[in-house]
């Protein structure tokens, strides 16, 4: 089974700095989510990654695919407290179901 | 347009107890998956309908179960309540099947196991 490793596992940084939150796969990745969830709430869909070395953005939030498929890095630009809440990425599984598996998380705290 | 919907948002059980938990999807999309969010973890599937038809099942017991109905709402049962089943339980509503573009999470619903 595939098996997602999400590296820091908390991360705690001052409004204004920049960061990066990293997602290591076991096995090659077809479909790379990445969302974010304020505790306790809903998953909100951020990005979506498809193609080796692809790479989006939205505004201060920028995600990447590695060309070998097997890892993604978010990267946040001058963070801001709207930015706090648990990072989570997802690799997409298919077959007779679309099932997400996800990695265990990354706590953003972004302090004044 | 309102989003996927789950109810209650918080309830309380005690061990050994049943309980139902409610989705309804977004108007138009037929599928549906549950998942399964212990504290301090990434949510864990459990189910996924499209069309009224079991399209999978994760690694849980058999005292989980689900349904979905022709309106395409859906619930999931949880018989004989362990603590261990405390967690938030998230649904997730799409239009097709094949690819988690375009899933839509809800809030969830807040489980305690006493």
């Known amino acids: 089974s595939q098996e997602l490793e999400q590296s820091p596992q908390s991360l705690i940084v001052q409004e204004g700095k920049n960061l990066t939150i990293n997602c290591t796969s076991s096995?090659?990745?077809?479909?790379l989510y990445w969302y974010k969830q304020k505790y306790g709430e809903g998953l909100i869909f951020l990005m979506m990654?498809?193609?080796?070395?692809e790479e989006k953005s939205h505004e201060k939030i920028t995600a990447k695919l590695d060309e070998k498929k097997q890892q993604s890095s978010l990267h946040i630009t001058a963070s801001q407290p709207s930015h706090a809440g648990i990072y989570l990425c997802?690799?997409?599984?298919?077959?007779?179901?679309?099932?997400?598996?996800f990695g265990t998380g990354t706590r953003l705290q972004v302090t004044l | 347009d309102a989003g996927v919907t789950q109810s209650p948002t918080h309830l309380i059980k005690t061990r050994g107890q049943q309980v139902t938990l409610r989705c309804s999807p977004i108007?138009?999309?037929?599928?549906v998956s549950w998942y399964q969010q212990v504290l301090g973890q990434g949510p864990q599937f459990i189910f996924q309908?499209?069309?009224?038809?079991?399209?999978g099942r994760g690694n849980f017991p058999d005292r989980f179960s689900a349904r979905q109905f022709p309106n395409y709402s859906s619930e999931l049962n949880v018989n004989a309540l362990l603590l261990g089943d405390s967690a938030l339980y998230l649904c997730?509503?799409?239009?097709?099947?094949?690819?988690?573009?375009?899933?839509?999470f809800g809030s969830g619903t807040r489980l305690t196991v006493v």
């Open positions: 997730a509503s799409s239009t097709i099947f094949r690819t988690a573009y375009g899933y839509t």
């Open positions: 096995k090659t990745l077809y479909g």
């Open positions: 990654l498809q193609k080796g070395g």
């Open positions: 997802g690799a997409l599984n298919t077959g007779t179901a679309s099932k997400l598996t």
């Open positions: 108007s138009g999309h037929k599928s």
């Open positions: 309908y499209y069309e009224k038809e079991e399209r």
